[in-house]
């Protein structure tokens, strides 16, 4: 047993074992069961000992380990039923089939193995076994071990009675009802595909092979049926009776199916169903489960019900030692998630109908109420784990936050999918902001039509119906709760200012750009504002005549301004007069050309003042550099005059003392913080210190200097 232990731990450890040791463990275990074993297997626990019956594991190693570990490796007083489909779909069947294979050998008669559908040729070659064993070892030396094992497989049971009381086998029943002990105990053992037929008994023959391999119960009919595999029956609890009464047994004991505890009974508790892989494939969320029968309990008279353990397998090593158990319960949980958030809407109308007094929260019992009517659990027990954040109180006296409760069970979006749903809902509500009020805060007035300082859903609803944003229903409780950050059911002007505020600021740096951009080319096409002001359709009126100027429709401005070479849709147009509309009569939404005038004015205005400050920071520069360019031949005895420590290098008050000499040669004297603004122009390196290369580098005559928005801070 020494070297199956070893054996174990060296497959744990995903060690791929020399192609000769599997051909010699596979030709030995075949052998041993063609001698030892028949077609119907039979088995005798002793009363002080004790089987442990396993159903599919399918390649998942981890299961067939964690077995062992929880009931120990075979032994005289510890025996082993498994109950076929060792390999396919799982990743490590070859560890499967070479450990039963050595415990097989190392212990006979404490170790049995069932054949299931999956130890048949065209299911390997199917289910991915074979190209496992290709991978593995090669083409050719990986077929040559295939065919070997699919000699193994043949040679398999195709059932086991247990103390003559229970049946066990892969699939179940056939469509026959008068079949006998005796009968599966003279079937060959055969490759089912290459089996064919002749005559009544042979047929007879084959439909059993199937039935024991393929067939399900089922509790819908009393008899058989076909079943939809396309191969065994669907059999009912009547057949069951029959074959047990029959035979003089009590249980069958089948696999075959996954189970999402791992077990299944069926026909009045005659019928049970084993499955051993949890989580299978990865995919499936189920636990798996074994069950345990004592030889007390099988040499006692009466009926016989066994322990049933379900489980999730444990990993090897590493930080997975947690195992597949944690992800699986985390899978549960998450299925317990996702049918409250799908069940979010309907659960918020029966939590705010059991809140009479708009608190936002409801009491335990009526937490618990609510709950069992939309998602029947057990949620006496379940709201310690999904409630108990929001739970306020005593525990004789435990509210709790429904709306709280909500938010937290949701789907995690990728994040561009929710940003660019975000952007587009923030779109329109800055849209809304600007077309009726001249910040966020005078819009978040307006759509608080109660005056009390908080939003309600249905005044935020309002506002995104206004804006015609399309969002439904249920994606409108969705944004309210995001918005919702403190979850009191309601939200507050800092609330609604932080959520819409970036995108707002992004839409104010558009107008202005944009802004800027009709500004210069209608000053391109006209000599003044007042000029192009008076060409554009509607503005009809001189200033200053007294009149106002009626609005014109946002066609009327596309028109004008593809006039000018700009093209903008309608929409933007609309952006573009953002703060500078009105609404006609019929609520249609006109454009203030005044208004407009003026926002545009301000512009021109801001950029003159801009060019002039750019003029007088020229002229401070070019000051300085003609003064330099003058002095070249004296700018070396200058600059060691600075270098006061002669480092060849001049520190921000070295260069400081130096400057303020030559200030007074200078028409606009530079400020202290303008010398130190200098001393980090010339700076190139940043190194901290301004070298005499830098020095005359940084003060040379080239192209005209260019200031932009960023560059004039530095000289202020």
């Known amino acids: 047993m020494e070297v199956v232990r070893l ?29 030892k074993c028949g077609t119907l297997n039979r088995i005798t626990v002793p009363k002080t000992g004790k089987i442990v019956v396993v159903g599919d594991t399918h390649g998942q190693f981890t299961d067939l380990v964690s077995i062992f570990e929880a009931y120990g490796l075979p032994s005289e007083d510890t025996i082993y039923l498994i ?53 593995r070892y090669g083409e050719q030396q990986g077929m040559v071990l295939f065919d070997l094992l699919q000699k193994t497989f043949k040679e398999f049971p195709l059932a086991t009675v247990i103390n003559d009381k229970i049946f066990v086998t892969h699939g179940g029943l056939c469509e026959y009802d008068d079949v006998t002990l005796d009968e599966l105990a003279k ?25 024991l391999l393929w067939s399900d119960p089922t509790d819908q009919i009393e008899g058989v049926a076909v079943s939809r595999r396309g191969s065994g029956v669907n059999w009912g609890a009547s057949f069951t009776q029959r074959f047990l009464d029959r035979n003089k047994l009590q249980l069958i004991i089948r696999s075959h199916q996954v189970k999402e505890e ?24 189920n636990k798996a489960a074994v069950a345990l029968f004592t030889g007390t309990q099988l040499h006692a008279q009466g009926n016989i019900k066994p322990e049933i353990h379900s489980f999730y397998a444990q990993a090897f090593s590493g930080e997975e030692s947690q195992g597949i158990a944690s992800e699986c319960e985390k899978s549960s949980i998450q299925k317990i998630r996702e049918r409250i958030f799908l069940g979010r809407h309907p659960l918020m109308a029966s939590f705010s109908a059991k809140d009479r007094s708009n608190t936002g929260t409801v009491s335990l019992e009526d937490f ?135 995108t707002a600021k992004e839409e104010e740096e558009w107008v202005t750009k944009q802004r800027k951009r009709v500004l210069r080319f209608v000053c391109l096409k006209h ?53 500078c509309t009105t609404a006609a009569a019929d609520k249609t939404i006109l454009i203030d050309l005044t208004a407009l005038k003026f926002q545009l004015r301000r512009i021109e205005m801001q950029q003159y003042e801009k060019k002039s400050r750019i003029q007088f920071y020229d002229s401070v520069r070019y000051a300085i550099a003609q003064l330099f360019h003058e ?78 928005d960023n560059s004039l801070p530095h000289f202020m």
């Open 527 to 579: 000599t003044s504002m007042s000029c192009a002001f008076r060409s554009w359709p509607g503005f009809t009126t001189a200033e200053g005549d007294g009149q106002k100027p009626v609005g014109i429709m946002p066609e009327q401005v596309q028109q004008f301004l593809k006039s000018v070479g700009l093209s903008y849709t309608t929409e933007e147009c609309l952006r573009l007069s953002q703060g």
């Open 368 to 502: 618990i109420a609510v709950m069992k009517m939309h998602i029947p659990l057990q949620w006496e027990l379940l709201w310690r784990y999904f409630a108990v954040p929001q739970a306020v109180g005593t525990t004789s006296a435990v509210t709790i936050n429904y709306a709280d409760f909500l938010a937290r069970h949701k789907p995690k979006l990728a994040g561009s999918l929710f940003k660019k749903w975000v952007d587009e809902t923030n779109r329109g509500i800055t849209k809304y902001v600007h077309q009726n009020s001249n910040n966020i805060e005078t819009a978040f007035e307006h759509a608080d039509t109660d005056g009390n300082k908080k939003l309600s859903m249905v005044e935020f609803s309002a506002v995104l119906s206004q804006v015609g944003c399309g969002l439904p229903d249920a994606q409108l409780s969705d944004l309210f709760r995001a918005i919702d950050v403190n979850k009191d059911g309601q939200i507050d002007y800092q609330e609604f200012f932080n959520f819409f505020e970036p």
């Open 187 to 211: 079937l060959p053992r055969v490759n089912l595909k290459a089996m064919e037929p002749e005559g009544k008994e042979a047929l007879r023959r084959y439909n059993i092979i199937k039935g």
């Open 262 to 285: 791992g077990f299944e009974w069926q026909h009045g508790n005659r019928v049970l169903t084993l499955f051993s892989a949890s989580n299978y494939c990865g995919t499936m969320e």
């Open 631 to 708: 002095q070249r031949l004296q700018l070396q005895r200058v600059f060691r005059m600075m270098d006061t420590e002669h480092t060849g290098f001049l520190s921000v008050t070295g260069l400081e003392c130096g400057l303020r000499a030559l200030n007074v040669l200078v028409e606009v004297p530079l400020t202290h913080k303008q010398l130190k603004r200098l001393h980090q122009a010339l700076d190139t390196n940043q190194d901290g210190h301004v070298s005499y290369e830098e020095l005359v580098a940084g003060l040379t005559f080239g192209e005209e200097f260019q200031f932009d």
């Open 83 to 135: 109950n076929g489909d060792l390999v396919d779909r799982g990743p490590q069947g070859l560890e499967n089939v070479m450990t039963v294979f050595s415990l097989l050998l190392a212990r006979p008669g404490t170790v049995c193995v069932n054949r299931g559908n999956h130890e048949q040729r065209h299911m390997n070659e199917k289910y991915h076994f074979q190209q496992q064993l290709l991978a």
């Open 7 to 35: 054996l174990v731990e060296a497959f744990k450890n995903n060690v791929t074992l020399h192609h000769e040791y599997v051909a010699r463990i596979a030709v030995a275990a075949r052998t041993h069961l063609m001698n």
